[in-house]
């Protein structure tokens, strides 16, 4: 038996953080916390599996998350790697929505959506079917070992900072200041908007 356990992975030693996540996961999605009305704004990626059409799924899919309304999204963009070398180009965008489901439970919505999508989490900074992060929480700083808000990088990464820019150009980063100061004109040729007729 000891052994079957520790092929189980380590249930011995209780269980691992994919399974605590995991059971995490959901208690949030099946009776989410709920807190008074906030905007929120998710960060959207993709390189594998028709990045244009996961990202563009994946907005859609937000409108199902309960106790929430999805208001606006950007455009879809076409942007470089940034990380390791040699994966495809991300197709990435912005939606803000307004919730009443507490960061956790909005955070493990997002990640409900990821696992729709195939995401399987291995490589760090590897490519990925959908990345759905949790960008801003209101004016909330958050610094929990689940989750931090703002994103630690959303600051300094335009394919986030340039699709922000273009729902929420008034926007104020706790934290941090005014989203204007951060985005950089001159950088904005590095994203692409995806046409219309764009598929992949
Ligand atoms: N690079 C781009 N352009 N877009 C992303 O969404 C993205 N996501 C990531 C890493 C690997 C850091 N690089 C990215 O997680």
Sequence with gaps: RASAAKALGGLREGPSLTQSRARQTARAVISPARTAEVTAFVGLGSNLGGPVAQVREAIRELDGLPHSQ????????????????????????????????????????????EQQHGRRRTERWGPRTLDLDLLLYGEQQIASPQLRVPHPELHRRE?????????????????????????????????????SADSD
């Design 70 to 113: 999805r208001i606006s999204q950007s455009r879809l963009y076409h942007s470089s790697p940034l990380g390791p070398a040699g994966q495809p180009p991300y197709v990435n965008a912005v939606a803000m929505l307004r919730t009443t489901l507490d960061p956790e439970a909005l955070l493990a919505g997002l990640h409900a959506i």
């Design 159 to 195: 394919f986030v900072l340039v699709p922000l820019f273009e729902i929420a150009p008034d926007l104020y980063l706790p934290g941090l200041g005014p989203l204007a100061d951060y985005v950089d004109a001159a950088a904005q040729p590095a994203l692409r908007p995806v046409e």
